[in-house]
């Protein structure tokens, strides 16, 4: 792997963990308000709307540690990957369905977050992510 690449891939390694940290950090400090955030997404039944917001932020953080840590870095960035994706979807049905609500995706005392702003920021955080997942394969082989 080329200097260049190997720079490329601690920068997006950082760069995804440092904002999945935050989130993470953020949510599992306030799981209540993170719930109320799930259900208005409207998508699971309501008890599942408080067992996502109690383990989502969890799950988010210790991957986002991993890749700071630079360890088990392909398996942390497979799964904040495909969260990523997954909440696109989600954002991409709140489009759909014509819902105004916040993403929940970060702190709510920021203010409200539409969701296509919200699907505009995953979409650049899915560079990263994907370039993480791509290049932990050659990181690997090393």
């Given at each position: 792997?080329?200097?260049?690449?190997?720079?490329?891939?601690h920068f997006?390694?950082?760069?995804?963990?440092?904002?999945?940290?935050?989130?993470?950090?953020?949510?599992?400090?306030?799981?209540?308000?993170?719930?109320?955030?799930?259900?208005?997404?409207?998508?699971?039944?309501?008890?599942?709307?408080?067992?996502?917001?109690?383990?989502?932020?969890?799950?988010?953080?210790?991957?986002?540690?991993?890749?700071?840590?630079?360890?088990?870095?392909?398996?942390?960035?497979?799964?904040?990957?495909?969260?990523?994706?997954?909440f696109m979807?989600?954002?991409?049905?709140?489009?759909?369905?014509?819902?105004?609500?916040?993403?929940?995706?970060?702190?709510?005392?920021?203010?409200?977050?539409?969701?296509?702003?919200?699907?505009?920021?995953?979409?650049?955080?899915?560079?990263?992510?994907?370039?993480?997942?791509?290049?932990?394969?050659?990181?690997?082989?090393r």
């Amino acid at each position: 792997m080329s200097r260049a690449m190997l720079y490329v891939y601690h920068f997006c390694r950082l760069a995804l963990g440092g904002v999945y940290l935050y989130a993470g950090v953020v949510k599992s400090a306030d799981v209540v308000t993170f719930a109320r955030d799930v259900a208005n997404y409207q998508l699971l039944p309501y008890a599942w709307n408080y067992l996502a917001a109690a383990t989502l932020p969890y799950v988010e953080t210790v991957a986002a540690l991993l890749l700071l840590f630079n360890r088990k870095v392909r398996p942390a960035a497979l799964i904040l990957t495909s969260l990523t994706l997954v909440f696109m979807v989600a954002l991409v049905t709140v489009l759909v369905r014509g819902l105004d609500i916040d993403c929940g995706c970060f702190n709510p005392s920021q203010g409200h977050t539409s969701a296509g702003i919200a699907l505009l920021r995953d979409a650049f955080l899915l560079f990263p992510a994907i370039v993480t997942l791509r290049l932990s394969g050659r990181m690997s082989a090393r």
